[in-house]
């Protein structure tokens, strides 16, 4: 499973340049639950949690919230952007194929093409069967991955993200090496590159990792086989009327499945 050690590590500087305002994810998710469950969302994980928006924005809506991520310098940042803003949550450091939660919650989310760092089909199928066995009744999961047009096994394309906070410019760019995957194993390897001007001090950190391209039928069936879910409807981004197309308004797929009871 991809770790990206040189960049995941540094999570200051990975805040910087990924901050986004998830407020809108957030609340469509939490209607999303409601429509397909038909009560109301009460706890959730954010699974490969990284900072942990997701977490702490459901956390100052009153929803009990969990934040996991592979990473225990992550997992430290996170908790202390949630205890500097005093949004209260529950954060760990372990592997989303194998963990156990306190108690079940109503939502599971992995965001940010997180999924894509399970390199095979039994280790998805686990991540799948862990899932579940930390769903309440009628729980859903949900996964974010970006649009295959914009990034798939055969045009990965090269993608940047930037920020500026407190004297600190931060730039990484993904895929330097313009990699191409293998049709076989679905597997492509991707090179990252971190650049920091850091109070004038500048660094550059190298990372590579290995990452596996999947497309919505291959997810349905891995979920049958596990068991634990079922797929209940694929999204082109966070909104109701936006389904999973090639037009211009599609630009993730978002999969939706809920706990097989």
Aim: with cysteine; charged share 30%.
């Amino acid at each position: 499973m991809a770790e990206l050690h040189g960049v995941y590590q540094r999570a200051r500087y990975y805040d910087i340049a990924f901050r986004r305002d998830v407020s809108n994810e957030v609340e469509f998710l939490a209607r999303l639950f409601a429509q397909h469950a038909k009560r109301p969302l009460a706890s959730m994980l954010d699974v490969a949690c990284g900072p942990g928006y997701h977490a702490r924005d459901f956390a100052r809506m009153g929803v009990k919230a969990y934040g996991l991520d592979l990473r225990p310098e992550m997992v430290a940042f996170a908790r202390d952007e949630a205890e500097a803003e005093g949004t209260r949550v529950e954060w760990f450091a372990a592997d989303m194929r194998d963990f156990t939660l306190p108690q079940p919650v109503d939502l599971i989310l992995t965001s940010y093409d997180s999924i894509d760092c399970l390199t095979g089909q039994d280790e998805i199928i686990e991540h799948f069967k862990t899932v579940g066995r930390n769903l309440a009744p009628k729980g859903l999961y949900v996964y974010e991955l970006t649009h295959p047009r914009d990034c798939s096994l055969w045009n990965y394309g090269s993608h940047s993200y930037e920020g500026e906070r407190d004297g600190i410019r931060v730039r990484i760019d993904w895929a330097v090496n313009h990699p191409a995957g293998d049709p076989f194993t679905q597997l492509t390897d991707v090179e990252v590159v971190m650049h920091v001007n850091d109070h004038g001090k500048t660094h550059e950190f190298h990372d590579r990792a290995r990452e596996r391209f999947c497309l919505p039928q291959e997810f349905v069936m891995l979920a049958r086989i596990s068991g634990a879910l079922e797929a209940v409807r694929f999204l082109g981004d966070y909104r109701f009327d936006q389904p999973f197309d090639n037009t211009p308004g599609s630009r993730r797929m978002i999969g939706v499945f809920q706990r097989t009871d």
